[in-house]
Every structure is written in C-alpha cells, then in structure tokens.
Nanobody
C-alpha cells in the first residue's frame, strides 16, 4: 500500500511558477512509476507528466512540454512537478499517482494509488 500526499498548489499569475510535491509512504515507492494528472472543472482528468522508477527526463503532455518538469527523489520518497510559464488553462486540481507496473503510462486507469489532489489556480 502506498499513500500519496500532494502539496504546493496555490494561486499564481499567468507567467508565474509553482512547484508541486508529492510525498509517498511505503518502502516500495522506488519501484513505482509516478505520474501527475489534472482535472479542471467540467472536464475529464488528463495526463500531465510521468516518470519511470529509475528517473530520467520523464514524459509529458504536449500542452505542458517545455514548461513543466517532473523529477523524483527515491531516497526521500518524493516526486515533484516544476511548473513554469503558467497559463490560465493550467488551472485545475493536480493529482499525484503511482503505477505499480512501472510503465509511466499516460492512461490514468493504469495507476493504482492516488493522492487527494492540490488546487492550482492561474489568474490572467
């Protein structure tokens, strides 16, 4: 069992930056791929970024590529999402998720554990 807790959300002006963090409990965190998803009001949850258990540069949705960076620290059981050049359309609840199979999938159905979410609001 893995428990995930997100933090770092808030209100920021367009063009600004935020850094989201996800803290995971459980000794098997380092073997899981991790992902970030988001859900805006009235919309379906969508993929943002994912990273393999071993780290690396990550995988990104086209809408955030070049602006967002995912990273992880297996020693600290954390995965972060650095968000730069934020736009109003980035406004959403952001969720951290863990994938036991380790594929870093873009499909939220492939993820086994979810955090409670953190609100990001970007004003124009």
């Amino acid at each position: 069992q893995v428990q995930l807790v997100e933090s770092g959300g808030g209100l920021v002006q367009a063009g600004g930056s935020l850094r989201l963090s996800c803290a995971a409990s459980g000794r098997t965190f380092s073997s899981y791929a991790m992902g970030w998803f988001r859900q805006a009001p009235g919309k379906e949850r969508e993929f943002v970024a994912a990273i393999l258990w071993s780290g690396g540069s990550g995988y990104y949705a086209d809408s955030v590529k070049g602006r967002f960076t995912i990273s992880r620290d297996n020693a600290k059981n954390t995965v972060d999402l650095q968000m730069n050049s934020l736009k109003p359309e980035d406004t959403a609840v952001y969720y951290c998720a863990a994938d036991r199979a380790g594929w870093a999938s873009k499909d939220d159905n492939d993820y086994d554990y979810w955090g409670q979410g953190t609100q990001v609001t970007v004003s124009s």
